[in-house]
């Protein structure tokens, strides 16, 4: 909360600078300061003085430019004279135009006899340097007063960072890497946080496949030879050690990947805001996940061993959810032991997948408007009698409304080509990390067994969006536009 010029925080593609400038934001919060977050910044110089003052003001002003920055500069003044500073961060400050830096310059004019009126921070990949390095832009580089350049994690801080986000998933045991797998992350890598979290997770996703209790450096060249490419690969591996690209993961069925995924993602997962952990996933990404059940939500069974896709049961590498299957009703009543006669006992309880009949709700969601439809779901969500389970399909960056639209068309399409066509899809906005994204849902089920068994059973149009089973709950205390 310096009062001196722009600070820029330059680092390369997947080094974590959008997770550095939503802490930053977060950091902010609870100081007398009011903040201005602008993701994707292509605008010209009269967009982002618009973007500025709508996140500033309730009306923002209409005219012409000089109007507009009259009208900052007194919002500016006022927060001032209350104690409260304005910071504007900008994420992707590399594909600014040059015209729109200058006027990024221009408006770390605006101070006070003494002190700045607005604090800005420039997010942005190496190109952002060779951008102000231009003869034009001169007088924006003068103004850079610290700049900081995000280096890469070398072995001990990607093993405390990797220990740090598997305690917050719940990991409570020692070293889940050995050195040399953790050399290799590090050198595949190339220290960056992006591909660190997904060679790590693939590697948790091999280790738990052949039963070891930590990674070693066989499951890492497993999860490079999937992920990385062939030129990649080549530099890192001698030319007779054969080829990763071989993953055992991929001779997987499709359920069986599912549920790995499901796990391992679960491992490096940080906390949720609050949500349900089996949930996380649902609201991280705009592609979701698919969860693997809690050992209540489907009784526990022995695998059987004819079964081609059936997994072996193996030591787990962390606590969390068991993989288990419904079990075959018994052959034979069993005997009580407490009585004399034999008592038969009754086979424990099997989800039925069965989703809850909702026609009238279907016939609601049927109009073409998608306003309509969102309406219809919100008031469906929030009535306290709605109990139970849904399936996640996607959280769709927003706004997209034509595109969620064909999206739910389909779906129910494919549900009525199933003979489910009492199975509502449920459509509405959500604010994930403050972005608003459209949430798309298929069903109403009385338990998460039941949501579960539906996916196995789906169409193909439902399965490709890896759907994950969300409490109505859970979605209620979501934050909403």
Known sequence: MHDEGIVSVVGEIGMGKTMLSRMLLERLRPLPSDTVYLANPVFDRDEILGAIAHDLMPEPPQGNRAHMLAALESVLIERYSQGRRVVVVIDEAHSMPATTLEEIRLLSNLETTQNKLLKIVLFGQPELDELLAAPQLRQVKDRISHRFELQPLNAQEASAYLMFRL????????????????????????????????????????????????????????????????????????????????????????????????????????????????????????????????????????????????????????????????????????????????????????????????????AKLKDNALAVRMQVTDEFIARPSTKGFTVQLLSQRAPRDAEVLAMANEIQAALNGAAQPAVPVLVHNRLYQRQLFHALYAGHFETRADALEFIQSAPGAIRRYNPVVRSLDAIRKEPAP
């Not at 790995?260 to 609050?274: E, I, P, Q, R």
């Not at 419904?326 to 086979?347: E, L, R, T, Y």
């Not at 099997?350 to 026609?359: D, M, S």
């Open 167 to 362: 305690h917050k998933a719940g990991w409570k045991g020692g070293e889940l890497f050995d050195a040399a797998a953790l050399r290799l992350l590090v050198q595949a890598s190339e220290g960056r946080t992006r591909k660190l979290n997904m060679l790590a997770d693939k590697s948790m996703l091999a280790a738990y496949a052949e039963g070891v209790p930590q990674v070693g450096i066989e499951q890492v060249r497993r999860a490079v030879g999937d992920s990385l490419p062939t030129s990649r690969r080549a530099a890192l591996f001698p030319a007779n050690a054969g080829d990763p690209s071989s993953s055992l993961w991929r001779r997987f069925a499709p359920a069986g990947l599912g549920v790995l995924v499901a796990l391992g993602a679960g491992y490096l997962l940080g906390s949720g805001g609050g949500m349900d952990r089996r949930e996380r996933v649902a609201v991280t990404q705009p592609v979701t996940l698919p969860m693997a059940p809690e050992p209540s939500s489907i009784p526990a069974a022995k695998p059987s061993p004819s079964s081609p896709s059936q997994l072996a049961p193996v030591a787990p590498v962390a606590p969390g959810p068991v993989l288990a299957v419904a079990p075959a009703p018994p052959s034979a009543p069993a005997a009580s032991p407490a009585s004399p006669v034999p008592v038969p006992v009754p086979p424990s309880p099997v989800a039925t997948g069965a989703p809850i009949a909702e026609p009238a709700l279907v």
